[in-house]
């Protein structure tokens, strides 16, 4: 089943991030266990900025990764009650091809590729403005917490 647009408060209920860590601003549509898309509002307030580079802001891509896996993890719980949250399991063939600078809106599209009960592998794709800016595989493991 396709659910269109989640807000900042529904996500806070799925997710256990908080800030300054939880960097997805809404879900613009998802289909739960299958693809997912969401955005990132980037502010030159983001606490990253500080010193990542105080004279040429760029958010470093590891937290682009990060934000794929947390779009991914919200496609994943949606519409499970489970006590815990996924966990990076492995990060591979991660691509970063353009800087994201403060201004600028991230689309994330994360697509399933492999649902097991415990594990996953997903593909996500970073895009500004139409223009992809980062992708990676990652793989996901349910933590109890």
Same mark, same amino acid.
């Given at each position: 089943?396709?659910?269109?647009?989640i807000l900042f408060e529904e996500i806070k209920k799925i997710l256990p991030h908080?800030? &300054?860590?939880l960097l997805i601003d809404r879900v613009l549509e998802v289909e739960a266990d299958?693809?997912?898309?969401?955005?990132?509002?980037? %502010?030159?307030?983001?606490? +990253?900025?500080?010193?990542?580079? &105080?004279?040429?802001?760029?958010?470093?891509?590891?937290?682009?990764? =990060?934000?794929?896996?947390?779009?991914?993890?919200?496609?994943?719980?949606?519409?499970?009650?489970?006590?815990?949250?996924?966990? +990076?399991a492995g990060i591979e063939k991660a691509k970063f091809r353009k800087p994201v600078? &403060?201004?600028? %809106?991230?689309? +994330? =599209?994360?697509?399933?590729?492999?649902?097991?009960?415990?594990?996953?592998?997903?593909?996500?794709?970073? +895009?500004?403005?139409? %223009?992809?800016?980062? =992708?990676? %595989?990652?793989?996901?493991?349910?933590?109890?917490?």
């Amino acid at each position: 089943m396709e659910r269109m647009a989640i807000l900042f408060e529904e996500i806070k209920k799925i997710l256990p991030h908080r800030y &300054p860590f939880l960097l997805i601003d809404r879900v613009l549509e998802v289909e739960a266990d299958k693809k997912i898309k969401a955005i990132k509002n980037v %502010t030159g307030n983001e606490p +990253f900025f500080q010193g990542h580079f &105080p004279h040429h802001a760029v958010m470093p891509g590891v937290l682009i990764v =990060e934000a794929m896996a947390q779009a991914g993890a919200i496609c994943l719980l949606v519409e499970r009650e489970v006590k815990g949250t996924l966990v +990076f399991a492995g990060i591979e063939k991660a691509k970063f091809r353009k800087p994201v600078v &403060p201004g600028d %809106t991230i689309t +994330f =599209e994360v697509e399933v590729l492999n649902l097991k009960k415990r594990f996953c592998k997903l593909h996500g794709k970073a +895009f500004v403005d139409g %223009t992809m800016v980062a =992708e990676a %595989t990652f793989s996901s493991a349910l933590a109890e917490m």
